[in-house]
C-alpha cells in the first residue's frame, strides 16, 4: 500500500495464506491476488497477469518467511524449508530483470546460525548482478504507531544506489538532547491511527 502510494502500480501479488489472500482482496479490490504457494508460480505466469515481458517491471518487492531467522522462533535460518524461499524470491527477480528489488526480514537474519545464513543470503543477493545495499529501519521513525524493526535489502539493476530515506520522527526531547537539533515529527500514537475509524460491528 505505501508504495501504492508513492506512485507505483500493483501488477500481482502473491500471497499462500487464504485469510491473508482474503484481506489483500477486500482492502485492495483492483489489486491482481494470486492465492498460490510462490514455489508452484512460474514467473511466465506473473508477467502474463502483470502483462509485462521480462524486463519492463519497475519493482519487484517480497518478504519471506520470517520464522527461520527471528527471535520467536527455532532459528534453523535456511535449513528450514521456510528459509529457502528467499531463493524463490531470486528467481523471480533473475526472470522478471526489474529496474529494482526490495527484499524484507527480520534483523535477527543476520545473526542466526553464527552469521552464516546471512552471508549465504548475501552472496546470493549479489549473484544477482544487482547492486546491493542493506539496511535495518524502524517504522516508528517514519509515522507507524509500532515499534517494528526491519532489515530492507535493495537492488538497483542499472547500479545505482538507492537511498534509504530519512527517518521523519522521533522523540523531540531526545533528538535536542542528544543532537541539538530540530525534532522530527512527534511519534504517531495508536490513538492518533485509530481516529475516526467506525465502531466494532457498526460495518
Not at 45 to 61: F, K, P, T, W
Not at 75 to 83: L, M, S, T, Y
Not at 169 to 184: S, T, V
Not at 185 to 201: D, K, M, N, R, S
Request: hydrophobic share 40%; charged share 25%; aromatic share 8%.
Amino acid at each position: 500500500m505505501g508504495l501504492e502510494r508513492a506512485g507505483f502500480e500493483v501488477g500481482v501479488c502473491v500471497e499462500i495464506d487464504p485469510y491473508f489472500s482474503k484481506t489483500l482482496r477486500v482492502n485492495n479490490p483492483s489489486w491482481p491476488v494470486m492465492q498460490r504457494d510462490l514455489q508452484l508460480v512460474t514467473s511466465e505466469e506473473l508477467m502474463g497477469v502483470a502483462r509485462l515481458e521480462a524486463g519492463d517491471a519497475a519493482l519487484v518487492v517480497g518478504g519471506t518467511p520470517c520464522q527461520p531467522f527471528s527471535n520467536a522462533g527455532k532459528q534453523k535460518g535456511v535449513d528450514d524449508p521456510r528459509g529457502k524461499l528467499f531463493r524463490e524470491f531470486l528467481r523471480v527477480v533473475n526472470d522478471v530483470k526489474p529496474k529494482a528489488f526490495v527484499l524484507e526480514n527480520v534483523p535477527n537474519i543476520m545473526s542466526v546460525n553464527k552469521g552464516q545464513a546471512f552471508k549465504a543470503i548475501l552472496s546470493e543477493l549479489l549473484g544477482t548482478g544487482y547492486r546491493l545495499t542493506y539496511k535495518v529501519l524502524n517504522a516508528e521513525e517514519y509515522g507507524v504507531p509500532q515499534l517494528r524493526r526491519r532489515i530492507f535489502f535493495l537492488g538497483s539493476r542499472e547500479g545505482q544506489e538507492i537511498p534509504f530515506p530519512k527517518p521523519t520522527h522521533g522523540n523531540h526531547q531526545e533528538a535536542m538532547r542528544l543532537f541539538a537539533m530540530d525534532a522530527r515529527i512527534p511519534f504517531a500514537t495508536v490513538g492518533q491511527a485509530f481516529e475516526g475509524l467506525p465502531p466494532i460491528g457498526a460495518v
